[in-house]
């Protein structure tokens, strides 16, 4: 049987893995015999509940990210050897999950494995954009830069990511609100109301007829509804992580009204930020179009992009492709972008586009927010004087009718 451990060794140096043996017992004796400290010991398969209900407050987030690579860059231009450096710097994170990460990223490079081939083990934390960059700087003997570059970049990324997520709180707050308003007198308050509009009136308004017929049909079948919505949710959901799925998707996206050319705003200032942080860092151009288009994160951009990686290879510049499709790159962007080439300093003005795009998103997701709120408010506000209408006017027609 397979048991999953985690021990200390007697330096105090955290390890975790799995060992085979007969019985716990047995594994138990196995991993005593190393010298280890055993402080979790269960059969594989067999994780406690709590454990997993943990692990999902240990996600690394970006924040750990970035802190990781300043920490790393201080400390290696310190000239704090590599190794001592990652030891240091789990010593002092908090989140057990990437401590765990770091101290594995350690063992690798103790024994014998560059940084940029350490980082690999966990590609769903250290990107190829990540560790590509990282290689370029061992090569170039510049990794302490090219760590505080990569920590000023990821810093650039979150903070645009915190400013957007902030300004959608606030109408996600009203719709969510206004949604459990709407259904509580939906399903609660209307029925109860209507009950006795329908006991003392003979005849009711449309509106009323609709708003009831509306009411019983959400209580009957308000289960059937709220599966059929989440399996929709997930059938869409499974569907978009399928190529061809994200493919539709993202072409919708950037058709939107209002919402797409922000995402073409923020896919630009990304390829060109990403585009500018790998040219920087020593990678050939061909090279670093090809990591910026699996950063994009944009079906038809990657495609785009791959493209201009092909012409690049035969001898063509960058802004021949991007002219090709104005509707995507406006001819302020490739007109930059041929300027940079022109005068050999392409990176340069790729960090002026991203600080132009990164004001105009701002501008444009204050814009947008500033028609949806009012845009909300006039929807559910209209939802709420239907019902009221619905309830009023019998009573209005009751109290028009003269009396026998």
Same mark, same amino acid.
């Given at each position: 049987m397979k048991f999953n451990y985690q021990a200390r060794t007697k330096e105090g140096d955290?390890?975790?893995?799995?060992?085979?043996?007969?019985?716990?017992?047995?594994?138990?004796?196995?991993?005593?015999?190393?010298?280890?400290?055993?402080?979790?010991? $269960?059969?594989?398969?067999?994780?406690? !509940?709590?454990?997993?209900? &943990? /692990? @999902?407050? *240990?996600? =690394?987030?970006?924040?750990?990210?970035?802190?990781?690579?300043?920490?790393?860059?201080?400390?290696?231009?310190?000239?704090?050897?590599?190794?001592?450096?990652?030891?240091?710097?789990? $010593?002092?994170?908090?989140?057990?999950? !990437?401590?765990?990460?770091? &101290? /594995? @990223?350690? *063992?690798? =490079?103790?024994?014998?494995?560059?940084?940029?081939?350490?980082?690999?083990?966990?590609?769903?934390?250290?990107?190829?954009?990540?560790?590509?960059l990282v290689k370029s700087g061992e090569v170039s003997g510049q990794l302490s830069e090219v760590l505080e570059y990569l920590a000023d970049h990821l810093e650039r990324e979150y903070a645009l990511l915190q400013r957007i997520l902030a300004m959608t709180i606030y109408p996600l707050f009203i719709l969510i609100t206004f949604t459990g308003v709407l259904l509580v007198m939906t399903i609660f308050v209307i029925p109860k109301l209507i009950s006795v509009l329908v006991a003392e009136s003979q005849e009711l308004p449309l509106l009323t007829k609709i708003v009831v017929g509306f009411t019983e049909t959400v209580r009957k079948f308000i289960i059937l509804i709220i599966l059929g919505i989440g399996t929709l949710v997930f059938s869409l959901r499974r569907y978009r992580k399928t190529p061809e799925g994200k493919k539709q998707f993202d072409y919708l996206f950037l058709k939107i009204p209002l919402i797409g050319p922000l995402f073409k705003m923020i896919y630009l200032s990304r390829f060109a930020e990403n585009l500018s942080t790998l040219i920087s860092g020593g990678l050939p151009i061909a090279k670093a179009l090809e990591i910026t288009s699996e950063v994009v994160n944009n079906r038809r951009y990657q495609e785009i992009i791959i493209e201009?990686?092909?012409?690049?290879?035969?001898?063509?510049?960058?802004?021949?492709?991007?002219?090709?499709?104005?509707?995507?790159?406006?001819?302020?962007?490739?007109?930059?972008?041929?300027?940079?080439?022109?005068?050999?300093?392409?990176?340069?003005?790729?960090?002026?586009?991203?600080?132009?795009?990164?004001?105009?998103?701002?501008?444009?997701?204050?814009?947008?927010?500033?028609?949806?709120?009012?845009?909300?408010?006039?929807?559910?506000?209209?939802?709420?004087?239907?019902?009221?209408?619905?309830?009023?006017?019998?009573?209005y027609q009751m109290g028009s009718t003269p009396i026998q």
């Open positions: 955290i390890q975790a893995g799995a060992v085979e043996a007969a019985s716990r017992e047995a594994a138990l004796k196995v991993l005593q015999d190393y010298s280890l400290i055993v402080t979790y010991l $269960e059969k594989a398969g067999q994780e406690p !509940f709590y454990s997993r209900r &943990l /692990k @999902i407050f *240990e996600r =690394v987030s970006r924040k750990d990210l970035v802190l990781f690579s300043r920490e790393l860059s201080t400390m290696f231009k310190s000239e704090v050897s590599l190794i001592e450096s990652l030891r240091a710097i789990a $010593e002092e994170t908090k989140n057990p999950s !990437f401590k765990e990460k770091i &101290l /594995k @990223i350690g *063992e690798e =490079v103790e024994g014998g494995s560059s940084l940029s081939d350490a980082l690999t083990t966990f590609p769903d934390l250290f990107t190829s954009f990540y560790v590509n201009a990686r092909e012409e690049v290879r035969r001898g063509e510049t960058v802004s021949r492709t991007l002219k090709k499709y104005p509707d995507f790159f406006p001819p302020f962007f490739s007109q930059m972008v041929l300027v940079g080439e022109k005068t050999g300093r392409l990176s340069e003005t790729l960090l002026d586009i991203v600080n132009f795009y990164q004001k105009e998103i701002e501008r444009g997701a204050e814009v947008l927010l500033s028609l949806m709120e009012p845009l909300l408010i006039i929807i559910l506000g209209g939802a709420v004087g239907i019902l009221i209408a619905a309830i009023l006017l019998p009573l």
